[in-house]
T-cell receptor, first 114, second 116 residues
Framework: AQSVTQPDIHITVSEGASLELRCNYS??????LFWYVQSPGQGLQLLLKYFSGDTLVQGIKGFEAEFKRSQSSFNLRKPSVHWSDAAEYFC????????????FGQGTELSVKP | KAGVTQTPRYLIKTRGQQVTLSCSPISGHRSVSWYQQTPGQGLQFLFEYFSETQRNKGNFPGRFSGRQFSNSRSEMNVSTLELGDSALYLC???????????????FGEGSRLTVL
């Protein structure tokens, strides 16, 4: 079955520290991979996406993610976290030809300590 | 340009009633997808419309329906509301390339439905 797993429900990091959010997927074909962020009371905003090519992708707000096919992972990283990064982060996988039908992970809530 | 607009933002209904939610996509976007977000089930795909046709459907009962108009605006309807339908309903638009859709969804802020 197609699925996305985000093992960490909640993570707390200190401001200025590095961050890595984990994402593992199970998918039968070549996936499109995404990371979205959701602030309280808001919709989701796309941080970055991977379709093909370079396995290290850069996104907005200083985030990057690395696609590792052998590990079925697409972890999100940021070298130095800012207090404004506190939000919920969702990893998602989508099929090549099924439009807007994305499968989302359960999300990881990020708290940032001053 | 304006983002995805969803109305109403908040609404309260009672069991057995029906509700209609509206979504105006980003100008030029022809694909509209709907998602249900709950604390227990997370984000779940409801359906997607493209050029007034339902292109994909998730695993929801027939009480959940939708449609898309010629101007790409979309509505979803939930009939015979149940307590479990309380959720944030998110609409997202995107720009497909022919039959393909890169999956880059632009989300609205959602309509929060409370069923009492």
């Amino acid at each position: 079955a197609q699925s996305v797993t985000q093992p960490d429900i909640h993570i707390t990091v200190s401001e200025g520290a590095s961050l890595e959010l984990r994402c593992n997927y199970s998918y039968g074909a070549t996936p499109y991979l995404f990371w979205y962020v959701q602030s309280p009371g808001q919709g989701l905003q796309l941080l970055l996406k991977y379709f093909s090519g370079d396995t290290l992708v850069q996104g907005i707000k200083g985030f990057e993610a690395e696609f590792k096919r052998s590990q079925s992972s697409f972890n999100l990283r940021k070298p130095s976290v800012h207090w404004s990064d506190a939000a919920e982060y969702f990893c998602a996988v989508g099929p090549y030809n099924q439009g807007g039908k994305l499968i989302f992970g359960q999300g990881t809530e990020l708290s940032v300590k001053p | 340009k304006a983002g995805v607009t969803q109305t109403p933002r908040y609404l309260i209904k009672t069991r057995g009633q029906q509700v209609t939610l509206s979504c105006s996509p980003i100008s030029g976007h022809r694909s509209v997808s709907w998602y249900q977000q709950t604390p227990g089930q997370g984000l779940q795909f409801l359906f997607e419309y493209f050029s007034e046709t339902q292109r994909n459907k998730g695993n929801f009962p027939g009480r959940f329906s939708g449609r898309q108009f010629s101007n790409s605006r979309s509505e979803m309807n939930v009939s015979t509301l149940e307590l479990g339908d309380s959720a944030l309903y998110l609409c997202a638009s995107s720009t497909p390339t022919g039959r393909l859709n890169t999956g880059e969804l632009f989300f609205g802020e959602g309509s929060r439905l409370t069923v009492l």
